[in-house]
């Protein structure tokens, strides 16, 4: 685990914004589905892609990296699809701390019959899978937890049916099911039981398989159609730059510099680009291009964020609030409680640790904004959001921000800390004694 003492006064210049993951993780599965050979561009190399393309290869997917570090391939992929008949019988599949891919990879694991054992770490087999669970039991469907908790078998075979889904959990569910539901025999219903959230992830997950082929009737995101029989057709795909880790940087440019992020796609699906709505409501005018948007510091006012629908938003969004004048309340975000760490106790912890006025709710945040915090030593909870929005804190902390496990960020974007010095950061490797 490492260990920054980090500082970010006057953050000034441009962030070549990495590659979206949550597409790179659907991009990846829809080229894996298909029979022939598909080039993916602008693929995000995380902890939690790698993972999914390792459960891919284990279904006999091949996956090729066609770049090095040094040259403009460095993030492109060739991949060429599963054949069935060369599918093990038995496969592990480690999903690392990843919740797409073990979500995802489930019901694709199901179309072959195979006995898959996932495995993890972290907090990942903490977060619910009863969803699936339910499934299972109605399907006849075998699955087996491991004794050690960081583990789940399944054997047998998803059939066509009416899947009844609640809306309030996690979108991931209904996004893996229909990965796998098209390649099923007959056709298939998904039923959402309550308003949907993240409704924007269901939009990614439609967009990108429609790419790769793929036919779904989405009736108002109450019931999806889906026709069964569907094959995945190969596609070359270029996946856009990842508005979840552009919104650390527009905070820093808001909370007193400018920064320009490139490489963002403003007519995007991605839900994450509500961003832009959150900066301009707390008092920010950013400026926007085809292709990129700058954020210039500003004075911010508190404001009410709803995360229902942009829940990856409330760690940089709550550094936003703790240096804006007057009072930021972030609601309908009890999910956070079940990612990789609870997300709303560690924002309140760790900012109120270096100064901030906030105070937890069991679905939210309400927090009084300063103009300055002071600084200190924070931990990640091992979490990649929390670790980069504490770092963008210390745009406006009078000391240092000190925190411990730094390397969390390699979850998703193992590049931060370049980019962080990029635009004018200081870090240094700091050793605690135990």
């Not at 980090?6 to 962030?15: D, I, K, T």
């Not at 090095?68 to 690392?96: F, H, Q, R």
């Amino acid at each position: 685990m490492k260990n920054l003492e980090v500082s970010l006064p006057c953050p000034q210049g441009e962030v070549l914004v990495p590659p979206s993951k949550s597409i790179s993780h659907r991009a990846v599965i829809c080229a894996s589905l298909a029979q022939g050979n598909s080039v993916l561009q602008n693929v995000a190399f995380s902890d939690d892609i790698s993972a999914t393309i390792l459960g891919m290869r284990a279904f006999g997917a091949n996956i090729r990296y066609l770049g090095n570090y040094m040259d403009d391939k460095a993030n492109d992929i060739s991949v060429e699809g599963i054949k069935p008949e060369n599918i093990p019988e038995n496969l592990v599949i480690d999903c690392k701390e990843s919740g797409s891919t073990l979500r995802f990879l489930i019901p694709v694991a199901l179309l072959f019959g195979s006995h898959v054992t996932f495995t993890g770490s972290g907090r990942l087999f903490s977060r619910p899978l009863d969803v699936y669970y339910d499934i299972f039991e109605k399907q006849g469907i075998h699955y087996q937890l491991g004794e050690d908790g960081l583990s789940l078998t399944v054997l047998g075979k998803l059939k066509a049916d009416i899947f009844e889904i609640p809306g309030n959990v996690s979108s991931q569910f209904i996004s893996g099911l229909l990965f796998a539901l098209p390649c099923l025999e007959g056709d298939s219903e998904i039923i959402i039981k309550s308003p949907l959230e993240s409704r924007s992830y269901i939009d990614l997950t439609l967009e990108v398989l429609s790419k790769f082929g793929i036919k779904i009737k989405n009736q108002n995101y109450e019931r999806f159609l889906i026709s069964g029989s569907q094959s995945y057709k190969p596609a070359d795909y270029i996946v856009e730059g990842d508005f979840s880790q552009a919104a650390f940087w527009l905070a820093a440019g808001v909370l007193g510099g400018d920064v320009t992020c490139l490489n963002l796609n403003i007519n995007s699906k991605q839900p994450d680009k509500y961003i832009i709505d959150i900066i301009k409501k707390m008092g920010a005018k950013p400026i926007i291009g085809s292709s990129f948007i700058r954020a210039k510091a500003c004075r911010t006012v508190g404001s009410v964020i709803d995360a229902s629908q942009c829940p990856d938003l409330v760690p940089i969004v709550a550094v936003l609030g703790a240096l804006s004048s007057g009072t930021t309340q972030i609601t309908n975000a009890e999910r956070l409680r079940l990612k990789e760490s609870d997300r709303l106790k560690a924002m309140s912890s760790e900012l109120g640790q270096l100064g901030a006025k906030i105070r937890e709710l069991p679905d939210g945040l309400i927090i009084e904004g300063r103009d300055m915090l002071e600084g200190g030593v924070v931990y990640s909870w091992n979490d990649h959001r929390i670790a980069m929005a504490l770092a963008i804190s210390s745009v406006r902390c009078k000391m240092p921000v000190i925190i411990k496990g730094s390397d969390a960020v390699n979850k998703s974007y193992p590049g931060f800390w370049k980019d962080f010095v990029k635009l004018g950061g200081q870090i240094d490797e700091f050793f605690f004694r135990s």
